[in-house]
């Protein structure tokens, strides 16, 4: 694998975050849920950087981004809702199509699992998956994430749940 790295997302990633995500929209709504269209705008990014950074202050969120050796931004990973007294979080992750089959979602998702472990004492991850998404469930697997079999009421959405034990 070419160099690659890991690090948090900082408030000054907004013009390269825009870039990558006006890049890769119609790719991310192709399996993922679409977001809002005013997300599309310096502004509009400059506000989720902020949102993700004030929650990140306060524990509930830890945002990264993936690099390559030029320093261009090439995916995003993020421990999401994190509940320390539950010991849990929800892991997201998304790779440039250009970037994509060379291991960086699994790159990016065993460095989430480090952190949740060693940063947040986490025990427990949880990933959302669509049934169709065949790369992002190869991804979880290989992590160790199992399927949970939703019970009879519980609605799902297409998505299936994926739970780590850590
Ligand atoms: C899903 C996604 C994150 C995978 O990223 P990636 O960096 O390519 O992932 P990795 O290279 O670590 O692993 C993907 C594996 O799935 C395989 N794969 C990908 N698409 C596949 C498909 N349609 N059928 C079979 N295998 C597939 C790859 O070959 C690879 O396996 P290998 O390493 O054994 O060759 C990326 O495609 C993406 O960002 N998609 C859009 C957003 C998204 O779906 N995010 C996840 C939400 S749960």
Same mark, same amino acid.
């Not at 013009?15 to 310096?42: C, G, M, T, V």
């Given at each position: 694998?070419?160099?690659?790295?890991?690090?948090?997302?900082?408030?000054?990633? !907004?013009?390269?975050? @825009? !870039?990558?995500?006006?890049?890769?929209?119609?790719?991310?709504?192709?399996?993922?849920?679409? *977001?809002?269209?005013?997300?599309?705008?310096?502004?509009?990014?400059?506000?989720?950087?902020?949102?993700?950074?004030?929650?990140?202050?306060?524990?509930?969120?830890?945002?990264?981004?993936?690099?390559?050796?030029?320093?261009?931004?090439?995916?995003?990973?993020? %421990?999401?809702?994190?509940?320390?007294?539950?010991?849990?979080?929800?892991?997201?992750?998304?790779?440039?199509?250009?970037?994509?089959?060379?291991?960086?979602?699994?790159?990016?998702?065993?460095? @989430?699992?480090?952190?949740?472990?060693?940063?947040?004492?986490?025990?427990? %991850?949880?990933?959302?998956?669509?049934?169709?998404?065949?790369?992002?469930?190869?991804?979880?697997? *290989?992590?160790?994430?199992?399927?949970?079999?939703?019970?009879?009421?519980?609605?799902?959405?297409?998505?299936?749940?994926?739970? %780590?034990?850590?």
């Amino acid at each position: 694998m070419k160099a690659f790295r890991v690090r948090e997302l900082k408030s000054t990633d !907004a013009e390269a975050l @825009l !870039a990558f995500e006006i890049h890769n929209r119609e790719w991310f709504e192709s399996h993922i849920d679409a *977001r809002d269209p005013s997300f599309y705008s310096l502004q509009g990014v400059t506000d989720h950087i902020e949102c993700f950074l004030s929650d990140f202050a306060i524990g509930a969120w830890h945002p990264f981004v993936i690099e390559d050796s030029s320093g261009k931004i090439v995916g995003r990973a993020n %421990l999401k809702s994190i509940n320390s007294p539950k010991g849990s979080a929800e892991v997201g992750y998304r790779i440039d199509q250009r970037a994509c089959g060379q291991g960086l979602a699994t790159l990016a998702l065993r460095h @989430l699992i480090q952190e949740a472990q060693m940063r947040w004492g986490l025990t427990q %991850l949880v990933a959302y998956v669509y049934t169709e998404n065949v790369g992002s469930r190869k991804v979880v697997g *290989r992590c160790g994430f199992l399927f949970e079999q939703p019970s009879c009421d519980e609605k799902t959405g297409g998505e299936c749940r994926f739970v %780590l034990s850590i």
